[in-house]
């Protein structure tokens, strides 16, 4: 299994472009997850998708869309870049199931892209 | 938002020694923890996760021990090496994670 993959690795956006980050994993995975990660941040979660056909905003939506075109692929677009949106982007997936009365939970995390917006 | 995950931003750790890295949240909601350890240039990886009715859960040379009345989570890796030097982030379902904690391994 691949796991989790991302593209692209790297892009550098002009200002006002689009793009869309590609994200697939061949887990069979519900859940999937779009973070960023800036220096001294951590991760914040940008969207999730609990199962094929659902999207939810995280902590920081604005200036994104999703798309969860099947169970295997989960796209994050941005319509017009701004340089806020520098960063290094990870999808995750995971599966949810309950062990006794409480949900467990794994993801796993893809390579990152990193998009420079200049 | 809930976001898990106040950590001190280094640790610096003599090689064989033990490590515990400390985590703060303030989702008391969150019914699921994890920690994760990302190398440099690599994604975040799993390490052991633990569930809110628990207090502690034991793995390969790590421990996580929860305490829900200070809202506080440990990590603790036995035995340190050169090889656990990365950083360590505490997360939950679909919440945000904090800054980690960067784990430094001395020789």
């Known amino acids: 299994n691949a796991g989790v993959t991302q593209t692209p690795k790297f892009q550098v956006l002009k200002t006002g472009q689009s793009m869309t980050l590609q994200c697939a994993q061949d887990m069979n995975h519900n859940s999937m997850y779009w973070y960023r990660q800036d220096p001294g941040m951590g991760l914040r979660l940008i969207y999730y998708?609990?199962?094929?056909?659902?999207?939810d905003k995280g902590e920081v939506p604005n200036g994104y869309n999703v798309s969860r075109l099947n169970k295997r692929e989960f796209s994050l677009r941005l319509e017009s870049a701004a340089p806020s949106q520098t960063s290094v982007y990870f999808c995750a997936s995971s599966s949810r199931w309950t062990s006794g009365e409480t949900p467990q939970e794994t993801q796993y995390f893809g390579p990152g892209t990193r998009l420079l917006v200049l | 938002g809930e976001s898990v995950g106040l950590h001190l931003p280094t640790l610096s750790v003599q090689e064989g020694d033990n490590s515990i890295i400390n985590c703060a949240y303030s989702n008391s909601a969150s019914d699921y923890f994890i920690w994760y350890k990302q190398e440099s240039g690599k994604g975040p990886q799993f390490i052991i996760d633990?569930?809110?009715?628990?207090d502690k859960r034991q793995g390969q040379r790590v421990t996580v021990l929860l305490n829900k009345t200070v809202k506080h989570l440990s990590l603790q890796i036995a035995a340190t090496q050169p090889g656990d030097s990365a950083v360590y982030f505490c997360?939950?379902?679909?919440?945000?994670f904090g800054a980690g904690t960067t784990v430094t391994v001395r020789a």
């Open positions: 998708s609990a199962s094929e056909g659902t999207t």
């Open positions: 633990i569930r809110s009715n628990m």
């Open positions: 997360g939950g379902y679909k919440l945000s």
